[in-house]
């Protein structure tokens, strides 16, 4: 028996909404982690955790009200969009060796196949996507 990858079946959709505390990011990851789970996607859990734990400290850090997580896998993509309340959109800026943010954008670049930002009818939404399959058996 052999293991192939194929990308997820379309139409897989899901979205949380977090108060804008601390504690809501550990709950992203865990909310995030398990669905990947459920969706076969575990492959893209480290990445996806660790890019949408820095987006959502961000919305948390630099936007008042809730924040919206929503997570979509089709076509091979795995895609994770993070909304807030704060119209400003984000820019990378270049950290200091003393700096202790201002690298949460620079790891989205790196570790996604692509990123952006969008304004909202409610504020923006920063999104990343990540190469997503499903192991089948063949």
Known sequence: MSVAAV???????????????????????HALRAQLADWDLRHAADSAELLVSELVTNAIAHARG?????????????????????????CRRRAGGD???LRGLHLVVALSSGWGSTRTGRGKAVWFELPATCAVDA
């Open 66 to 90: 809730l924040v919206h997580l929503s997570v979509s896998a089709a076509a091979g993509l795995l895609r994770c969009e993070v909304e807030d309340a704060c119209a400003r959109l984000p």
């Open 99 to 101: 700096d202790e943010g």
């Open 7 to 29: 990308p997820p079946p379309a139409g897989l959709r899901v979205s949380w909404t977090f108060t804008p505390e601390p504690l809501s990011v550990p709950r992203a990851r």
